[in-house]
């Protein structure tokens, strides 16, 4: 349980001095963050204001860790991750948090002082699959004197490390690990199933998903078959000794629900079905709920008629069995890499004076989902829409799709000539020429041989950086991006690939540009939206950064303020601020009024940060902390104030 104190700050004026007044509650003066967003439910909310409207502005780096990695490049320069991208946990005084190159450490969370690190080896199998070297986080499981840390690899094994020393668990599967390419029913190439994502557990279970390599859409010249990537089926594993307690197959076998939705016995092939991203629990209930990616193949699933459960849908498990509770699917037919990329708030709503266990998932497609927890139903109606059919032979693109009533979507959906770039007669009349060259048209437009132009893009709309949620406002805060993408296929006979595939999404290009180096899309190209979910209203929706300003006006063109910036961003919501963490010229934390959307202040960051910001206190100190950086350069950034 969290523990915290409130600490205020007020200058009074005594004799013609300023003095600083602090007051505090004594009784508690630590919180932990147990969780990779603090609680099952994924608030990222923290109960804290010791850094609050007034004192923000007073921030500063208190330590910065270099991560255990930057050596091991030095050593194995072959092997070099990207972006540092986990986010560490915090209990007892302890952060621990994960690398990209698979290693584990535990720091001292007023220091920064590393107690250990533990080295998983996941660089012995190469590169891992789809994303490369890339880790989010750990989970922490504690019974009597027993504290572990639980992590799964990017080369595919599920670790149990002792927390105080950093030693492996003996007991736990063999030496401490659980081979994860084994107990998924088919034969699954280490290179082409991987995880990245913190794990789930409630009581004794540990619950799993996985990365499955994208191959077949994005690697022309890799010759993969349907067959040959694994199923994104479910795991549950014990905690105490890495025994597969059950599996959900995200993609039904014979007699099972779903299973009809997968025509010409597709189901026995296909592969991916997938939760790459992170799960949200609630252990009252005794529920996981998960966020399932596409069927292979993304953007052509000719192979695969049918609607394809459990693809594209949130799923209700019981944690203990792995027995399905329900289930809602956002996307049928999916081939628009429209994968759900982030864990679903869990939320305790008041709507028309019903109090409502629901959860709200954010999608890529710009739709909130708000659904009951317990049983699956819509708390506002969604209903089924006609979208456009396919064009490309041998495919059949669902005749509806779900489009839900309220809250209304937070990102441009579609593409329309009123959307584009118009500080000009002459950038529109370009931009009308650009999209004129492809096909283009509502949301759920299918990929084409022309080429179409999707908004938002397969990489949303919202992404694996999530909402955050405020329970004592009910106020959802989410970071989206407006970044069009180009979804065209291509048949595989041209390209003389060995597949069951007859179309692959072209591999390049995957964007579309505006005219004259700007975007093709009218602004904010980044914003953070904030949505009641008692009523499904907005109460504000602001651009996230000044973005292209400078640029635009530089053409000639006024000043249109702030115009946001298409990247990816992460949010934490205290009881006073809603932070987001951004590049915009430079690094920065950035503090707003919750309320309002106001920046109110902007740290500057010593390196870029990439991970999703957590917020705890020690001895009556707050701290923040960001993974940061990448490649050799990878740091976490710890603030704090004076």
């Not at 549950?236 to 009809?260: A, C, R, Y």
């Not at 669902?398 to 118009?422: H, N, S």
Request: charge should be negative; glycine fraction near 10%; proline fraction near 7%.
């Amino acid at each position: 349980m969290n523990k915290f104190y409130d600490f205020h700050r007020k200058a009074i004026p005594i004799l013609g001095f300023s003095v600083l007044i602090l007051s505090f509650n004594m009784a508690a003066q630590d919180y932990e963050w147990p969780h990779y967003a603090n609680g099952q439910g994924s608030s990222k909310y923290a109960d804290l204001d010791q850094i609050n409207r007034e004192t923000v502005s007073d921030l500063q780096v208190a330590w910065v860790w270099g991560s255990v990695d930057n050596a091991q490049i030095a050593q194995r320069p072959q092997f070099v991750p990207a972006g540092f991208k986990s986010t560490p946990i915090q209990i007892d005084g302890t952060l621990y948090i994960s690398t990209s190159l698979g290693n584990i450490a535990a720091l001292d969370a007023v220091t920064g002082e590393q107690k250990w690190a533990f080295d998983t080896g996941t660089w012995e199998h190469g590169r891992p699959a789809n994303m490369g070297f890339n880790h989010r986080g750990v989970g922490y499981w504690e019974e009597g004197s027993k504290k572990r840390i639980i992590m799964g690899t990017n080369n595919a094994f599920l670790w149990s490390i002792d927390a105080e020393t950093g030693l492996p668990d003996r007991s736990f599967g063999r030496e401490g690990k659980v081979d994860l390419t084994i107990g998924l029913e088919r034969e699954v190439n280490r290179s082409r199933y991987s995880i990245s994502a913190a794990p789930t557990i409630v009581n004794d279970t540990i619950i799993i998903g996985g990365i499955i390599q994208d191959s077949p859409m994005i690697g022309l010249e890799v010759p993969e078959k349907q067959t040959d990537m694994p199923p994104g089926h479910i795991r549950g594993f014990d905690i105490n000794t890495g025994e597969m307690k059950w599996l959900f197959h995200s993609i039904p076998q014979e007699g099972e629900v779903g299973n009809e939705t997968w025509e010409n016995d597709s189901w026995k092939v296909t592969g991916s079905t997938n939760v790459w991203t992170l799960m949200s629990a609630d252990p009252e209930l005794g529920y996981v709920y998960l966020p399932f990616g596409t069927a292979s193949n993304d953007f052509y699933g000719g192979q695969r008629l049918g609607d394809n459960l459990f693809a594209t849908s949130i799923v209700c498990l019981d944690a203990a069995t792995g027995e399905l509770v329900w289930y809602f699917q956002t996307s049928h037919h999916e081939i628009w890499d429209y994968d759900l990329p982030a864990a679903p708030n869990l939320v305790d709503i008041t709507v028309d004076g019903r109090e409502i266990k629901a959860l709200a998932q954010v999608s890529k497609q710009g739709f909130v989902y708000v659904l009951d927890r317990v049983t699956g139903e819509p708390v506002w109606p969604i209903e089924e829409r006609p979208v456009p059919a396919s064009t490309v032979l041998g495919e059949r693109a669902a005749a509806t799709q779900p489009f839900p009533t309220r809250p209304a979507a937070f990102e441009v959906q579609g593409v329309y000539e009123d959307d584009l770039i118009d500080f000009t007669p002459e950038l529109r009349e370009e931009a009308l020429a650009i999209i004129n060259q492809y096909v283009y048209g509502p949301l759920f437009t299918p990929p084409s041989l022309e080429g179409t132009v999707q908004i938002p893009g397969d990489g949303g709309g919202a992404e694996w950086t999530g909402a955050a949620y405020d329970p004592e406002t009910s106020m959802l805060y989410i970071p989206s991006w407006t970044r069009p993408a180009l979804t065209q296929v291509v048949s595989t006979e041209s390209l003389a690939l060995d597949t069951e595939f007859a179309y692959v999404k072209n591999s390049l290009p995957t964007t579309v540009n505006g005219p004259q180096g700007l975007p093709l899309m009218k602004p904010p190209y980044g914003r953070i939206s904030a949505i009641n979910l008692n009523t499904g209203d907005y109460e504000w929706v602001v651009p996230n950064g000044e973005g292209l300003r400078q640029a635009i006006i530089d053409k000639g063109i006024a000043d249109p303020g702030p115009v946001g910036r298409a990247t990816l961003v992460t949010v934490l919501v205290t009881k006073s601020l809603l932070f987001t963490v951004i590049i915009d010229g430079v690094p920065m934390l950035k503090a707003l009024d919750k309320a309002t959307g106001e920046t109110l202040a902007e740290v500057e960051l010593p390196a870029f940060p990439q991970g999703s910001p957590m917020t705890y206190m020690i001895d009556g100190k707050q701290y923040i902390s960001i993974a940061s950086g990448g490649g050799s350069s990878a740091s976490l950034v710890t603030l704090a104030l004076p």
